[in-house]
T-cell receptor, first 111, second 113 residues
Framework: AQTVTQSQPEMSVQEAETVTLSCTYD???????LFWYKQPPSRQMILVIRQEAYKQQNATENRFSVNFQKAAKSFSLKISDSQLGDTAMYFC????????FGKGTKLTVNP | EAQVTQNPRYLITVTGKKLTVTCSQNMNHEYMSWYRQDPGLGLRQIYY???????DKGDVPEGYKVSRKEKRNFPLILESPSPNQTSLYFC????????????FGNGTRLTVT
C-alpha cells in the first residue's frame, strides 16, 4: 500500500520569508513520481512542482523547490520569498498506478 | 482550450435519489479518475480508468459507480446517495505516463440531505 503523510496541518509565514512544508511517503514501487499541488480558496487544484524518483537532482520552479531524500522517503516543498497569493492548501502526492494524496497543509501568508 | 469539465458545480439532493456527475476532457487523455475531498482527509481516490472500457476501484469506491464508454467522458454515478457522501468531488485526467501531472476539473460540491 502507498501512503503519503503531511505532518503539518497548518502553517503560517510572513510575506517575503521562506517556508518549508513537509511530506513523507511510503511505497514498494521502484518507479514513481512525486507532486505538490496547490489549492487556493477558489478550490482549483494547481500543479506546483513534480519530481521523478529516479532523478537525484531536486526539482525547482521559480520560487518553489523540493528537497527530495529518496532513502528517507521525504519530499519537502520550500517556498522562497512568500507572497500573499501563496495562501492555499498544499497537497503532496505520490503516483505509481494510483495517485495517493496527503491530507494537506493549510498555508497562510501574512502581510 | 484544454480542460476538464465537470457538471454541475453545486448539487443538493435527498437521500436515495440517483444522481450523475459528468466529467469530460478534450485532451485525448487515457487516464481519468475521481476523487472526493473531505476536511482533514485530503483527496481520496474513488475510481480510476486507464483507458476506454477499463475501470478500477480506488480507495473509497463503496456507493459509487463509473463507466468509460468513450475516451473523453467519465461520469460518476451515485445510485442511492447517502449523507456520508456529502463532499467535494474532483474529476481529473492525464496522459497515461506516470510523470504526467493530473489536470483537474473545477470540482462539484455535493450535499445529500
Amino acid at each position: 500500500a502507498q501512503t503519503v503523510t503531511q505532518s503539518q496541518p497548518e502553517m503560517s509565514v510572513q510575506e517575503a520569508e521562506t517556508v518549508t512544508l513537509s511530506c513523507t511517503y511510503d511505497t514498494s514501487e521502484n518507479n514513481y513520481y512525486l507532486f505538490w499541488y496547490k489549492q487556493p480558496p477558489s478550490r482549483q487544484m494547481i500543479l506546483v512542482i513534480r519530481q521523478e524518483a529516479y532523478k537525484q537532482q531536486n526539482a525547482t520552479e521559480n520560487r518553489f523547490s523540493v528537497n527530495f531524500q529518496k532513502a528517507a522517503k521525504s519530499f519537502s516543498l520550500k517556498i522562497s520569498d512568500s507572497q500573499l497569493g501563496d495562501t492555499a492548501m498544499y497537497f503532496c502526492a505520490l503516483r505509481s498506478e494510483k495517485l495517493v494524496f496527503g491530507k494537506g497543509t493549510k498555508l497562510t501568508v501574512n502581510p | 482550450e484544454a480542460q476538464v469539465t465537470q457538471n454541475p458545480r453545486y448539487l443538493i439532493t435527498v437521500t436515495g435519489k440517483k444522481l450523475t456527475v459528468t466529467c469530460s476532457q478534450n485532451m485525448n487523455h487515457e487516464y481519468m479518475s475521481w476523487y472526493r475531498q473531505d476536511p482533514g482527509l485530503g483527496l481520496r481516490q474513488i475510481y480510476y480508468s486507464m483507458n476506454v472500457e477499463v475501470t478500477d476501484k480506488g480507495d473509497v469506491p463503496e456507493g459509487y459507480k463509473v463507466s468509460r464508454k468513450e475516451k473523453r467522458n467519465f461520469p460518476l454515478i451515485l445510485e442511492s446517495p447517502s449523507p456520508n457522501q456529502t463532499s467535494l468531488y474532483f474529476c481529473a485526467s492525464s496522459p497515461g505516463q506516470l510523470y504526467s501531472p493530473l489536470h483537474f476539473g473545477n470540482g462539484t460540491r455535493l450535499t445529500v440531505t
